[in-house]
């Protein structure tokens, strides 16, 4: 993939600026990054791999990647991010996998991903608080420009209520993640549903009909079971 710059378990506070604008894959894992801004990355621009997991993020300042244009691997996972803002990417972008897993992210804006809409794959939000983002109606509108998405991990966020069309425009999704949530009988079983004797709730038909593509789907820990209608239009699935 071509020269790799290997910053990791270095204490740094800030993203050195000696780095070789010649830098393809660039590692700043284990370091006390606190923020990173546009300044960040200048003169970085054949980087295709940026790994920043394992740091003290919590700000990412406005447009702070369109110094690479070649980016197509961004790895923020295992920081204290809180929210994504509209303005996390502002112009078209390579990415094709962008890990955020692992932070405290509790919102994120509603046209935050609609840069990466045409090159984004992979999508990693496990383990943080998106519950209440997937409660009220607007949260509709996050996914719906990552049209060609093949794997989205939503797992351990708390979400117990989002709508039965939350992945209308996910038809290439090969992988979905919405284990260890809440999932209950509000919003996203509003039609079709049924209580069992042991509490569980069944999942309306209409949820993953979209879904034509998916072949792995994983719901485990979560308070509900599949009726057979559910898994009709799922026609690539092959592991549950």
């Known amino acids: 993939t071509g020269p790799a710059t290997d910053c990791s378990r270095r204490n740094f506070s800030a993203v050195p600026t000696n780095i070789s604008s010649a830098a393809v894959v660039l590692d700043l894992t ?3 990054l606190s923020f990173v801004n546009r300044e960040s990355f200048k003169g970085l621009a ?3 791999v940026l790994n920043l997991s394992y740091n003290q993020i919590s700000t990412i300042g406005q447009d702070s990647f369109s110094e690479l244009p070649e980016l197509y691997e961004l790895y ?5 991010i809180s929210s994504i803002a509209s303005d996390f990417f502002q112009r078209p972008s390579r990415i094709e996998n962008l890990d955020l ?3 405290r992210i509790a919102h994120i804006g509603d046209s935050a991903f609609d840069d990466l809409g045409v090159t984004l794959k992979q999508l990693a939000l496990g383990h943080n608080y998106l ?8 949260s509709i509108g996050i996914f719906q420009q990552l049209t060609n998405l093949t794997h989205l991990d939503l797992s351990n ?4 209520d989002f709508r039965s069309d939350a992945f209308r425009s996910q038809s290439n999704i090969r992988s979905l993640n919405l284990a260890g949530n809440g999932l209950r009988d509000s ?3 509003t039609e079709e549903h049924n209580h069992s004797s042991s509490g569980e709730y069944v999942l309306p038909v209409s949820v993953f009909r979209s879904l034509s593509s998916l072949n792995s789907l994983q719901i485990s820990h979560n308070s509900l079971r599949l009726c057979c209608e559910a898994y009709r239009g799922l026609t690539s699935l092959e592991r549950l």
Not at 157 to 160: A, E, L
């Open 46 to 48: 054949q980087l295709k």
């Open 187 to 189: 919003g996203l079983f």
């Open 157 to 160: 966020n708390g979400i117990y």
């Open 131 to 138: 519950g209440r983002l997937f409660s009220i109606e607007k």
């Open 30 to 32: 284990y370091n006390r």
């Open 76 to 80: 923020l996972d295992h920081n204290g």
């Open 101 to 103: 897993s692992f932070n």
